[in-house]
T-cell receptor, first 111, second 115 residues
Framework: SQQGEEDPQALSIQEGENATMNCSYKTSINNLQWYRQNSGRGLVHLILIRSNEREKHSGRLRVTLDTSKKSSSLLITASRAADTASYFCATDAGSARQLTFGSGTQLTVLP | DTAVSQTPKYLVTQMGNDKSIKCEQNLGHDTMYWYKQDSKKFLKIMFSYNNKELIINETVPNRFSPKSPDKAHLNLHINSLELGDSAVYFC??????????????FGEGSRLTVL
């Protein structure tokens, strides 16, 4: 079954603006990961945040995790046209030995 | 060097045919996966193998049969193809440590079109 739901489904912004994507999930997790998928390509891992962490940064990416609300957000600061892609959250429930992916957010950054 | 490679990238075939997709990883990971991505980009796990042993088999029709000759390879064979099998199939690998699935490394995908 689908674990994560992402919001919004699609987001269109101007270059230089910040983009925020949200992910909600249903069960307890070991960690949560964010992936990016360019059109016609495979998914690429961006960042992993563990269940005992609240915030993590990597370059222009900032991820937060609220386990009490079962939600996470991905913030991309100072977006670029090259950030145009689909972004997916994925949850690792631990013993399941698999990642369950959300429905994805299609981000379009206009030059 | 490509970490996870899958072939073919595109596959167009008639209903009822049998086809295979091959996947190889050179990362030394012990776990490999097949995911199916539908037209709405929803990704669903199909199978997972750990050291050549099947550990996850989601509710996939038994027309789909994975085969792992060694831990670096996980192939997918599909019998009697149906229109609904049209999708992009992704192979992935990870290094599982304890209960931690780890980061997944994906192939570029194989787009299957059944006519």
């Amino acid at each position: 079954s689908q674990q994560g739901e992402e919001d919004p489904q699609a987001l269109s912004i101007q270059e230089g603006e910040n983009a925020t994507m949200n992910c909600s999930y249903k069960t307890s997790i070991n960690n949560l990961q964010w992936y990016r998928q360019n059109s016609g390509r495979g998914l690429v891992h961006l960042i992993l945040i563990r269940s005992n962490e609240r915030e993590k940064h990597s370059g222009r990416l900032r991820v937060t995790l609220d386990t009490s609300k079962k939600s996470s957000s991905l913030l991309i600061t100072a977006s670029r046209a090259a950030d145009t892609a689909s972004y997916f959250c994925a949850t690792d429930a631990g013993s399941a030995r698999q990642l369950t992916f959300g429905s994805g957010t299609q981000l379009t950054v206009l030059p | 060097d490509t970490a996870v490679s899958q072939t073919p990238k595109y596959l167009v075939t008639q209903m009822g045919n049998d086809k295979s997709i091959k996947c190889e990883q050179n990362l030394g990971h012990d776990t490999m996966y097949w995911y199916k991505q539908d037209s709405k980009k929803f990704l669903k796990i199909m199978f997972s193998y750990n050291n050549k042993e099947l550990i996850i088999n989601e509710t996939v029709p038994n027309r789909f049969s994975p085969k792992s000759p060694d831990k670096a390879h996980l192939n997918l064979h599909i019998n009697s193809l149906e229109l609904g099998d049209s999708a992009v199939y992704f192979c992935a690998s990870s290094q599982v440590r304890g209960i931690d699935t780890g980061e997944l490394f994906f192939g570029e995908g194989s787009r299957l079109t059944v006519l």
